[in-house]
């Protein structure tokens, strides 16, 4: 069993920053791809980017790319996603999801991730 803790959601203006984290416990997720989504109310869950289990790859919404940036740290279980410029249409809940594969692709789709955090609301104000 994995448990995710994500953390760092709050309200900011446009134009401002935050800086997500996900804490992993239960088992290491070192050798695992890990994943951010986000959901807005009425719309479905969408992919925000993904690093594999290195750190060595990174892949990024078109939406966020330039303005959001993964990291990890292996040695602390725990999966960062630092958010500059934000706008108001990133207002959503960010759920932090660990690959379904050890060593597995780093991968887009919500079906390649077993589990996942409860989330944390980033409201982004205009």
């Known amino acids: 069993q994995v448990q995710l803790v994500e953390s760092g959601g709050g309200l900011v203006q446009a134009g401002g920053s935050l800086r997500l984290s996900c804490a992993a416990s239960?088992?290491?997720?070192?050798?695992?791809?890990m994943g951010w989504f986000r959901q807005a109310p009425g719309k479905d869950r969408e992919f925000v980017v993904v690093?594999?289990?290195?750190?060595?790859?990174?892949n990024y919404a078109d939406s966020v790319k330039g303005r959001f940036t993964i990291s990890r740290d292996n040695a602390k279980n725990t999966v960062y996603l630092q958010m500059n410029n934000l706008k108001p249409e990133d207002t959503a809940v960010y759920y932090c999801a660990k690959g379904r594969d050890s060593y597995g692709d780093a991968s887009r789709s919500v079906l390649q991730y077993d589990y996942w955090g409860q989330g944390t609301q980033v409201t982004v104000s205009s």
């Open positions: 239960g088992r290491t997720v070192s050798n695992y791809a």
């Open positions: 690093i594999n289990w290195s750190g060595g790859s990174t």
